[in-house]
């Protein structure tokens, strides 16, 4: 079984129109973590949280993790990302909106 992508968002986003497609991708491709990084990932992480609980009629196959790092380098966001889901792998993948 392959483990789940998991992906880095990088904060501030050049498009922030960008977000929402890139969440439902991220979604319909199984994704397991969202690790926000940078200025502004705090209000970008809500944003996200906000786009996949949608209407609140929550919806098992709508769920992913979300985190923010405002107070950490990208390379220990990349370690705890290495980590998350007790280091089984996954392809992570480094994203600029």
Known sequence: MTAAP??????PLSDEDLLEEF???TLKEN???IAVVGM???RIEDIIDEIIVGDAQY???RFIATTSHPDESYEEVLEFVELYDFGQGGVIHEVRL
């Open 6 to 11: 998991k992906y880095i968002l990088h904060s």
């Open 59 to 61: 919806e098992e196959r």
């Open 23 to 25: 969440v439902e991708t």
């Open 40 to 42: 502004g990932c705090e």
């Open 31 to 33: 994704g397991s973590l």
